[in-house]
């Protein structure tokens, strides 16, 4: 007959589950807002950065126009000489311009880059996801069936004569002749 189990303690096995369980309301959330923040990083980049800076170009491209309407208009004028404050006007929306103009590229750069670096991070987010909606619910389920098993068990095994399993029980002597005799009633 093979041996029995030795179930020492249910304790640790409802521990683990109880905690898995916990650990399966606190990730769900934690991920669906990792997935929005991505979503959200996305459209920032693709829509709103990329307007501000689109924007920003044509407004410091007006503004330089500006100043070099106004340094021209002094060179043409024989009345005054251009000023200093004039070619550093220019000089400013120039600079200004040309980092406008770095930004929106670097923008569009990550635009371009953006799905394919963050898209295998995305699909690891919603393999983890699965994971959680389908398999580790399944877990939670076998622990507790496991648990109820092994606590049928543990209760059929230490119960004294209990159906199902049998205790091994010592031998009986042999009877002999003295104990029968002393037996009340006893038969000779």
């Known amino acids: 007959m093979p041996e ?3 179930v020492t303690s249910l304790d ?3 521990a683990f589950r109880s905690s898995l369980i916990i650990y399966l309301t606190k990730a769900r959330p934690t991920l669906d807002e990792a997935s ?9 980049l693709q829509d709103d950065q990329r307007n501000f800076w689109e924007q920003q170009v044509r407004r410091r491209a007006r503004v330089l126009e500006q100043a070099e309407q106004a340094l021209f208009g002094a060179r043409l004028s024989n009345l005054r000489e251009t000023t ?9 929306a120039r600079r200004a311009l040309q980092e406008a103009e ?8 990550w635009s371009r880059e ?5 898209e295998p991070l995305g699909r690891q987010l919603d393999t983890l996801r699965n994971v959680l909606a389908t398999d580790m619910p399944h877990a939670v389920a076998y622990l507790a069936q496991a648990i109820k098993t092994l606590s049928d068990y543990a209760g059929i095994a230490a119960a004294p004569g209990g159906a199902g399993v049998s205790e ?4 009986n ?3 002999d002749a003295g104990a029968a005799a002393a037996a009340p009633g006893g038969a000779p």
């Open 12 to 14: 640790a096995l409802e």
């Open 4 to 6: 029995r189990a030795h």
């Open 173 to 175: 002597p042999a009877p």
């Open 36 to 44: 929005s923040d991505l979503l959200r990083m996305r459209v920032w």
């Open 114 to 118: 953006f799905d394919s670096r963050i």
């Open 102 to 109: 770095a930004k929106l590229k670097r923008v569009k750069q």
């Open 84 to 92: 200093d404050a004039e070619q550093v006007a220019v000089q400013r």
């Open 168 to 171: 091994p029980s010592a031998p």
